[in-house]
């Protein structure tokens, strides 16, 4: 087998598991989506069986030796990544004995129904069964992937964030913190716990939809590859010619939505610009669930609750539902950036978002690590909510348990929100220097060239450069704690005079 | 490995080939639904994977392993079915090189796109080279699946209707002939070219959906186990808890739509019909395409053409459309059975449907049998139709051209269209002597009882025995083509007055 024939077959291969994987998403969107109820039973065995199905292709002995004999065939860059990619997933599915992967699906498909159950009583002492018994599974997994000496959570972490070491995102979290909990406090003893005026009116369904995909036009969504659908959950999966989001409707409030689908649409426009020629590919995937997360937060914040962005969406808002009682764009743009510190993370404004994913990082990191056991998890989650947001957590519904990530083994996945935060303010201040009309594209509902700009600098990239790396090149300089810092003291001081 | 082990093995193994095989379905339902239209290329790397992993079950060579250690300890009929399936299912895979499975892949899909551009055209001579490659393999692979001295189509066969032999079906099919040569030119010599009086009226395509859901609850679908949609070609996928059927509108004419969903539905009762007990395993699957065939025929034929429920539909299209021109029962009676001899199969009535079946059955399997080539096959259509109809064809789209099936290799299909009809008419004898009031429940709209008994006798059966003994024990007796003839003689003779 020559070098580039070996190549070419690892490229098939490694397009076959892909393509298993996005039948995988599509398998869940279908089920939020169009899935009959009673098809849930028969759907869990489909899903299982794609998944056993792509651990075949991941394990297959033949990829050390594709990849030994492409050994300098592999062109380029994306070439390099396509093959070390190809190696990274393969020894990370061999670690992993079989038996325990099955366990872990089991225990996610439990953990959900017990979060379930315990979240709609609030009584987090009915969920430590099932959620101890998965994180002795991710502590199981955790060190099957761990070389002897290193720290077992980051083996999780590169899961999502490739390339990133658990003690540096502590490190960044360390820096941002003090400041978000000094502004939190400023902003806190300033508003009230009342929101400054929400919209008011009535906000029908279909025009709330239509809303949605009018901002679709504008965020750049390609329908002739994409679709929009309701769903009980936001979300973005898919890739290339074919992605979907969906979103909700809450008839008493058209922000939920309207956000929910522009953080999204970050989201689904990042996934049809990657580059086509690596469709299927690893060099043709997002960089990391971290940059992931920058395009929908940068898409969602710094555009879409900015001051100028108020001045399109106001006369949108004013199309779709008429009279919102919010009068100007100025008013628009103060009820769009209310803060209120509420126990929600999915809720939570620009100010108290990451330090709800920072408790939820050094919680999970101290559960994996051995420093912390389930059944001390709601007392330490309720006496660090009262350090950082300084009030008391009414119940486990409002407290532990309002996330699912746990209860389904998603440890590691926390700390990319927050990642995608830092990324998005140093994408952003490099977009304002690059491009001195942002302000009046935004209020013009004009992102031609900011969706050029990301296309170039992020989207067309792939998965060609580490996450940090892919922002330091598109930015000109490593994303610092101080710019997201920097923005939000901007914005907020602003907002409230603090 | 004990016998009940080796049995629950292959069990799970099966299950999981069998939710690869619904997930391959739903694929192509959401192509034919939902998909974008950039999506294409994915999807078929995405359909490519999916029968990948499908296959690799099937020449699992643990398979015959399981099957000789549960010897003797598979429980019941259901039990010695599953295990002779996944015999069956694992030796057919096998015969076939992987070489000639991906050629046929491959060869299928440019067999679609060379049809559909030639019968754009109407020239079949563009299609010959694609066509020639088609049968070529298809040839190839009944080799591959055929013993020494076997008759090759009969493997084609077997893959949609196991149990009986090809020369069987000539036999059935020679008797059945005569009988609808002769009632199809008498009633021509009456009828003329023109339908009688058709539908008039505005039939908004909301109108149609919502008369159609109608339809479905008449018919026994259950909503929380399926869907309905509409897509350019009706189907009918999915089992059990998730079964969807597709329909289509034509805003010219209501009954398009109108039958296609009752034949659907009869489909789709059937799947979710199947025992439940055995889902996703070979004895819980349809018995085979031909009684697939019997029960939307049945639905759409039997029950739906029927002067009985034209009493019920007369009044539901009033419903929907107002007036349609059709003032009485007995209008839409005549309407919905008009005979005229048509160039198209799927637009045939019940009279000339089976002699378009008959022809194609002659002529793909003198194909494969290599008593005729592809060069010859337009000429040999156009005189087998002049025999059967009695009339010229006029070019190639409306001949050799108009069916897709073997332009994308699907040889051995089409003869089990007639094997449903003949099995529906026998079911139907049997229904009216079992059921005395038949009549008056399809004139209600009341379906129940008739439901229950196809239940007890035919879906919920599964596979558990061959096709023909199926119908044999449904009915009291082996399906007789004189049934059939018997059916349409009398209906026709009174329509025609022949």
Request: glycine share 8%; aromatic share 8%; hydrophobic share 40%.
């Amino acid at each position: 087998l020559s070098g580039t024939a070996a190549y070419d077959q690892l490229c098939a291969h490694l397009r076959e598991l892909a393509a298993l994987e996005q039948v995988a998403g599509l398998l869940t969107w279908d089920q939020e989506t169009q899935m009959p109820k009673r098809g849930a039973a028969q759907r869990a065995e489909a899903s299982g069986a794609v998944a056993a199905a792509a651990h075949r292709l991941r394990v297959d002995p033949r990829i050390p030796e594709w990849a030994a004999a492409a050994e300098g065939c592999a062109p380029g860059r994306a070439g390099r990544v396509n093959v070390a990619e190809a190696l990274r997933l393969h020894r990370r599915a061999l670690r992993v004995p079989a038996s325990l992967a099955a366990d872990l699906g089991r225990a996610a498909a439990q953990g959900q129904v017990a979060w379930d159950a315990a979240r709609r009583r609030s009584d987090f002492a009915k969920f430590v069964p099932a959620l101890s018994r998965i994180v002795e599974l991710k502590r199981a997994e955790a060190d099957c992937l761990t070389d002897a000496g290193g720290d077992p959570y980051d083996a999780l972490l590169e899961e999502y964030e490739p390339g990133i070491a658990s003690r540096d995102v502590a490190n960044l979290f360390d820096q941002l913190r003090p400041g978000l909990r000094d502004l939190r406090a400023r902003i806190a003893a300033v508003a009230g716990p009342d929101r400054p005026g929400q919209a008011r009116g009535r906000f029908p369904a279909e025009a709330q939809i239509a809303l949605s995909r009018r901002l679709a036009d504008v965020f750049g969504f390609d329908w002739s590859a994409g679709r929009l659908d309701l769903a009980v959950h936001p979300s973005a999966s898919g890739t290339r010619g074919d992605v979907r989001i969906t979103t909700r409707v809450n008839p008493d409030d058209p922000f939920e939505s309207l956000y929910s689908t522009i953080h999204e649409l970050g989201h689904g426009r990042y996934e049809q610009s990657l580059p086509e020629i690596q469709v299927l590919m690893p060099a043709g995937t997002a960089a990391s669930m971290g940059v992931h997360e920058s395009q929908s937060r940068l898409f969602e914040n710094q555009f879409g609750r900015s001051r100028a962005f108020c001045d399109w969406l106001h006369g949108a808002l004013r199309d779709a539902f008429g009279d919102t009682g919010l009068d100007s764009p100025d008013a628009l743009y103060r009820a769009v950036n209310a803060v209120r510190t509420g126990f929600i993370r999915t809720e939570a404004d620009e100010v108290h978002y990451n330090l709800h994913v920072m408790m939820r990082f050094d919680l999970e990191r101290a559960l994996i690590r051995k420093e912390l056991e389930v059944a001390e998890l709601e007392s330490a989650w309720n006496d660090r909510f009262w350090q950082d947001f300084g009030r008391e957590v009414p119940d486990a519904g409002r407290g532990v348990l309002q996330d699912v990530h746990w209860a389904v083994g998603l440890f590691g996945y926390f700390p990319t929100y927050t990642l995608g935060n830092l990324y998005a303010a140093e994408l952003h201040r490099a977009l304002c220097a690059d491009l001195p009309d942002l302000g009046e594209r935004l209020a013009a509902g004009d992102l031609g060239p900011v969706l050029d700009w990301l296309g170039d600098r992020v989207h067309r990239q792939g998965r060609l450069w580490p996450p940090a790396e892919l922002i330091a090149r598109a930015c000109g300089r490593p994303a610092d704690p101080a710019t997201l810092l920097d923005y939000l003291e901007t914005k907020y001081a602003g907002l409230y005079d603090v």
